[in-house]
């Protein structure tokens, strides 16, 4: 067995089901104590097949199931097993966490999350194992329902009920662009496998028909502009772990697919395309950050850093396929290893915030960071885990968002090489577009965790103060510090990651990282392109920042007194000083609002001079659901009204439209 | 190169640089004070202030968290590894490859998200102005400054900027225009990352008007000193920077102790110069609204966008 990832795999995907499947109803001791645990271990066995996987040829199994003729294919190549190994070690943390997160819910709910939840991640496990599309849009159906019904756990608030509406939408648009899609690719030749549809040769014409279907419809569930809408509304709905296990896992599986069908089933990659998804990546990871910095509820707030990622990975892509479009497949697998990386990257950091927000929302039952303040002196170590989280996801060195940041910005820089001059000088300015996006996103976190951590504890507007429950528990401490560490491992030691992606990108184009820059490689340095163009030794780096931290506080130490007074603070000496005195979530970001005003809508309503109670609000939106979604909603109801008029409920009426039928139908087919 | 004559100049680098940043403060200050027609203050001055910070008692706020203890090494720490990185008198140090451009400007972001956390620690109304203002500035001369490098690696095929030195400061004499508008465009950087006028005024305590300040506002004696340490370091870094990208003539090369007292002639010499120049900057403008620092550093980027498409135009 230890020989077979795949087998490997396999098992994991149907120990999850099992363990779904076995919880007796009503006895939440066993959900807590047996089935999450369990689910965590079966995440790093499956970590680890994943990793296995990548360095073996891939595998392929065909199951006796599904329709008669159409069984399931299974396959494992060095993609999938990334994907794998992404799934099983993210999701571990999250299991553990939500072990303890969930300790205290009633059984009868507990038992739903937990089949819910562990069918969520099972049926991740086969979207990336499917090797036909058959079992390729189940499973897809499948993770996409189960994560409906979790993010509905609280279905009586109409709110709730309401994002998960939007989100069941929004999936299956997407959903039907890639049948659409799949349907283009096969061509009418009767046969799903991905061997086949890779086989296919399809005219250019149908080939981008192809590219933008799978990328509209593998975009709206990675939440790419404009179908974002629902991540900001969805993910705050669902219970904390469930939040972290679809903007950490979920939406990355919308990105394993569109590499999948981009990359491997469609092939021969234009570079025209990957100008539509660099403009598509640059705006998501623009908009989404800005609107990010507008946000004062905790989760809604990562939710928008998750398309701002989103932006970052297709950014990543994009360069991609333009620089293999033009013939340049080591640049081009650069930039794809750029991307997965952030992937990974993304799935460990935001996951660790969003379990963050999981346990002040636990403690203190707090969502709205204006509320908040001064966490940090009753739950330090929570404090100490979402401040790696914030350091990680803010692409600051030595974490791990930077080395993917600056991968992509190597990836960049390869832009002389492009042979059209127009392309050629706008593959800078994107990476501009993404250097931007990092310093907005430190902007962002600063804010985040000098109003939610730092500071004085605010007096809540609308609610009695909740008094500190506390750190997390054991089990929540546990998985957070497990995704923690991740972000210490994938930032000190990019060199074995670069290596993993680099046999996924020798798999999907043949070709890998130059000569050079595997030569020059090691466990301390990251070399991209070739030693002495550019290298990072983030170990090195961690090293002397930590020992010249260390010297200055031994120097000063040493030479000087270590007196220490405790006083009021100064605060330039005004006398009055209240914690409702601190900036606000809304008011640190007013900056924001001022310089790039045009692209909110915002209303705001100041209070006159006459006024006896004045106050100001503020209302920020996001434009999308003005020019977007609400006309298109209106035209659906609309033609939908019209279509109406056909039913009148009475049953003679119905046998008239038959009888029109069938006289149709004898006049003009026959 | 030898290792251990390159590592002895990567110490003696990074020492140099560390001691000799409060100099560079007192000569530009200096220099000001003669400007503005005033009796100028001893060139040692930094020096002085600096000792008089240390021996005093450390004040903390009731509240003050370990980030707000811890803040002021972390600055000093990341400020002492870009003097590590930067090369000041030598190319070729045995530590540059660790961090390349943009790690350089990620260590000060490092430093900046820190600063801006630790002034929100206390949960002052100042510390939470002095940081969204702070972080305002920060991520509109970011893009700015990685144009501008990324023009420069564009020219010399790299990231690193010991190799960026060595291909810039032994090349044939010849007039790049890009470097011309990315030097421009640094020199804007400059002053907005180094809260220097026009955007920022170091020696002001308005409360409505500072954003540096208002960061340390809580700080006093040895905290207070490190970080007013780590401030001159950072000028100090970016004046190299841009001495190094810019007019990196006479710069030795690791391990060669004959160029070393060239070298350091050479760096006396611009440095004076540069200090002079900064000093005139700011003896000749006014500190702009703060919401005009979008403005100012949006030209910043233009021009470093120019220089970088100039590069593909003239050199195809």
Redesign the interface.
Known sequence: MASSPLAGSLAVALAWLVVAGLIPAGNAAFARRFAFPLGALAGVALAAFGLQAVWLPSQTLTLPLGLPDMPFHLRIDPLAGFFLMLLGSVSAGISVYAAGYFGNEPSGRLTLITLQYHVFLASMAFVLLADDAYLFMVAWETMALSSYFLVITDHHLPAIRRAGFLYLLIAHLGAIAILLCFGVLHGGRGDYTFDALRAAQLQPAWASVAFLLAFFGFGAKAGMLPLHAWLPEAHPAAPSPVSALMSGVMIKTAIYGMVRVIFDLIGNLRWEWGMVVLTVGAATTLFGVLYALMQHDLKRLLAYHSVENIGIILLGLGMSMVFIGFGHPAAGVLALIAALYHTLNHAVFKGLLFLGAGAILHSTGLRNLNDM??L??GMPKTAFYF?IGA?AI????PLNG?VSE?LT??AA?QA?IVQH?VV??LL??F??TL??A???T??C???V???AF???PREPAHRTPVPHAGDAGSMERYGMAWLAAGCFVLGLFPTSFLLILNRVGVSLTGQGLSEQALAGSGWL?LVPTA???????PV??LV???????L??LL?RR???G??????????GYPE?S?R???TAD??G???R??FGPLYRMDRRLPGPEDAEPRYTLKVEDRHWYWLYLPVARAAEFVSSKIALLQQGRISIYLLYSFITLIALLVFVR | MNSAAGIAFQLLQSVFVVLAAPLFLGWVNRCRAWLQNRSAPSILLPYYTLAKLFNKDAVFARDASPIFRWTPYILFGCMWLAAGIVPVLATGLPFAPAADIIALVGVFALARMFSALAAMDIGTSFGGLGARREMLIGFLAEPAMLMTLFTAAFISGSTQLTTIVDTLAHREFALYPSLAFAAVAFLMVLLAENARIPIDNPTTHLELTMVHEALILEYSARHLALIEWAVAIKLFAYMTIGIALFLPWGIANAGDWSALPYAFAALAGKLALAGAGLALIEALLAKLRLFLAPEFLSTAFLLAVLGMLTHFLVNG
């Open positions: 303040g001064g940090i002196r401040l350091l803010s692409a600051l060195p930077f600056w910005f190597q820089l002389t001059g050629r000088s800078p300015l990476a501009a250097a931007l990092g310093a907005l430190a902007m976190f600063v804010k965790y000098g109003i730092l500071g004085q340095w030693a002495g163009k550019a290298s990072y030794s090195i780096f002397v920042i930590a020992l010249a931290t260390l200055a506080f000063v030479f000087y007194h007196r220490v007074r405790f006083a009021a603070p100064w605060d330039c000083q914690s005195m601190q900036d008011a640190f007013q900056p924001i001022h310089v």
